[in-house]
């Protein structure tokens, strides 16, 4: 039997399945195919303060709520320094535990509507159709569009994916048992000569401790013998916990992926970032909610479907960049231990940057770009607006921040420089009531991305 779908979901992680529930409530037929095992590696997770936003504009606050408590852990920190420094009280995130999370998300979805198929296989056929194997049958799909959710694994069938950037090689432990009673109500990120720690010791219940370590030292050593010695030098919650046992192994390099075929990869599947941000949630649920929009418009504009995949793929390529920037930055803020081969990898790690130019440098607009009609997202779908392209990369840009793109580059029609466009800009009925910081920060965007250059490298200067 061949089934038709507007959409199918291969990886029924928070992404996939946060994904999956939007779309029912959109009233698309959704497909969900999941292996069936479980996908979070610790029982605790962290939601940070302006997360709220999100879950509340995307609908999924409501699912989040009933399994999760504001944070009541005291946080803090050995980085940098011997002893612990706690943070300064500040808004409380959200204390989630996934496992009921999990749970109450695939029973959401299942209510909205989608078709779920678990555990199940699935594999793309030469004629563009999926089989999907489940334990007692087979059937055959004709999606109008894949997306591939299937987290940190290799998508189930070869999608043409690419690599496009990389971290070190990174292991993640998760080592669960007792934590001493002095620890309990903690949260502490914790720098090691081999890695870092990071122990969730709530008031009730046992302790997680995610044991962040390079691959090379977990295969030449064994994982056990690793998280030992990573264990040994710790001074925090991790090296008191009792009972303690290893309950999950997961490769956690930062990697950002994109596909050649047609289907669009979600979450994981198309950027890991790095597990210091404690954002792997909230970034699947923000993937997901992006996702839906995209999905939703390509529905009812088949022909954007390209540009769309195009702009998501963006979209988790600033996601990725970003978070490598931040995590970089607070490598380099931890000197105890720079001769270790774990902390000389991380704080070389390369984060694009944009040119390094002076105030006084002069810059102009690169001549590829093109001035167009570009996808912006508004509300629960994408419209076109007044933008610009860059052919190099296919992406398409209405906004940096909430500062329009055209009138920026118009700052660099002729040479100029930083200086002379935050002085231009406060004549330009277009910026003139954004403040410099914003302006500034948005030219900043523009060099990253190689937008604006330097005079003198640009065809035609000399």
């Known amino acids: 039997m061949v089934e038709r779908c507007e959409c199918l979901i291969v990886g029924g992680g928070p992404a996939g399945s946060a994904l999956a529930f939007l779309l029912a409530q959109r009233g698309l037929r959704v497909v969900l195919a999941d292996h069936g095992r479980a996908h979070h ?3 605790l997770e962290t939601l940070l303060a302006p997360a709220h936003r999100l879950l509340r504009r995307s609908g999924l606050l409501e ?5 999760a408590a504001v944070d009541p852990l005291r946080h803090g920190a050995i980085w940098g320094r011997d002893a612990i420094e706690w943070r300064p009280d500040a808004e409380p995130g959200l204390l989630l535990h996934r496992g009921a999370f999990d749970t109450a998300l695939r029973s959401a979805l299942i209510a909205a509507g989608v ?4 555990p199940a296989r699935a594999e793309r056929l030469a004629d563009g159709g999926v089989r999907l194997t489940m334990p007692d049958r087979r ?5 109008r569009h894949v997306v591939v959710a299937t987290g940190r694994a290799r998508p189930p069938w070869p999608c043409q994916r690419e690599l ?3 971290g070190p090689q990174t292991t993640a432990l998760t080592w669960v048992g007792e934590p001493d009673p002095a620890d309990r109500g903690t949260a502490v990120v914790e720098a090691v000569p081999t890695g870092w720690i990071w122990t969730h010791a709530p008031a009730a ?3 997680s ?3 962040l370590l390079d691959a090379d030292a977990t295969c030449e050593h064994g994982a056990k013998t690793a998280l030992q010695a990573a264990l040994a030098a710790a001074r925090g919650p991790a090296a008191r916990m009792q009972q303690a046992r290893l309950a999950h192994a997961t490769n956690a390099t930062a990697r950002l992926h994109r596909t050649m075929g047609e289907e669009l990869l979600l979450g994981d599947a198309a950027s890991c970032i790095d597990p210091l941000a404690s954002q792997g949630v909230e970034k699947a649920l923000a993937a997901a909610d992006h996702a839906a929009a995209v999905i939703a418009t390509a529905v009812a504009r088949p022909a954007w479907w390209p540009r769309l995949r195009s702009a998501h793929a963006h979209w988790e390529a600033g996601l990725f960049f970003g978070h490598a920037a931040a995590t970089t930055q607070w490598y380099a803020r931890e000197e105890r231990f720079t001769e270790t081969v774990f902390w000389q990898r991380r704080r070389t790690v390369a984060v694009p940057r944009g040119e390094a130019v002076g105030w006084d440098t002069l810059l102009v607009r690169s001549p590829a770009l093109v001035l167009q009609q570009v996808l912006v997202r508004q509300g629960d779908v994408f419209v076109e607006a007044d933008g610009v392209c860059d052919p190099a990369t296919g992406e398409e840009l209405a906004q940096v921040g909430y500062v329009s793109v055209r009138p920026l580059l ?3 029609r002729a040479p100029g420089s930083l200086r002379t466009a935050l002085a231009a800009a406060g004549g330009d009925a277009r910026l003139h009531v954004l403040s410099p910081h914003a302006i500034h920060t948005g030219l900043r965007a523009l060099l990253a991305r190689g937008w604006l250059i330097a005079a003198a490298s640009a065809p035609g200067s000399r």
């Open 41 to 43: 590696s610790g029982p």
């Open 63 to 67: 699912l989040v709520l009933p399994h």
């Open 115 to 118: 078709d779920v198929r678990c």
């Open 139 to 143: 059937e055959v799909l004709r999606p």
């Open 164 to 166: 496009l950037q990389a």
């Open 205 to 207: 219940g046992p302790a």
């Open 209 to 211: 401790a995610a044991v």
């Open 410 to 412: 118009d700052l660099f």
